[in-house]
């Protein structure tokens, strides 16, 4: 590869030992055994509780910042995003909305995957980031991977135990590294 790629993998839950957030150590790996490509996370985990404050909204907690330049700075997100009651994760959309507009997301390349116990593996809340990632004029890559029965189809790390499936991870990720290669040259 002949561009370098920065790339942000977020983990779209703050819930503590997430299997999404396993997934998100997994696809991290990944994208670093790929030359010219420097990866990183964010955790939802590690948002300011001060960003569910109504006051939020008219000034940010300095420690979102931090959260707001890793977007920014970024080449490509990747979105690993659980299902919860048929939808995205609140904190997710949370994040989203307290990012800066117009820019976090205009004409960002941004990938998905679903991770969720029941058989749709998490088509709902996929499909509903695509909408509001689409609506902010994101470059949406459109091979997307959802892990439905994520319990019976991941091991312990969040590596997939099934080797179709491990080669959809690695198609996306290979991908999507091109996807947005090809974009930002």
Known sequence: ???ALNLTVVA???????RTLRVAHRLLERYASIEGVSASLLDLQDLPLELAAPSAYDEKPPAFKVFADAVLAS???HVVSPEYNGGMPGILKLFIDHLPFPESFEQRPVAFTGVAAGRFGALRPV???Q???GYRNAHIYPERVFIAGAAR???DQGE???DWLRAR???????FVDFVGRLKA
């Open 1 to 3: 590869m002949s561009v």
């Open 12 to 18: 779209g839950t703050n819930r503590i030992g997430s």
């Open 75 to 77: 080449d490509g997100l």
């Open 127 to 129: 499909e509903q980031l």
């Open 131 to 133: 909408g509001v990632f």
């Open 153 to 155: 189809l991941l091991n």
């Open 160 to 162: 997939p135990v099934d």
């Open 169 to 175: 991870f690695d198609s996306q990720v290979t991908g």
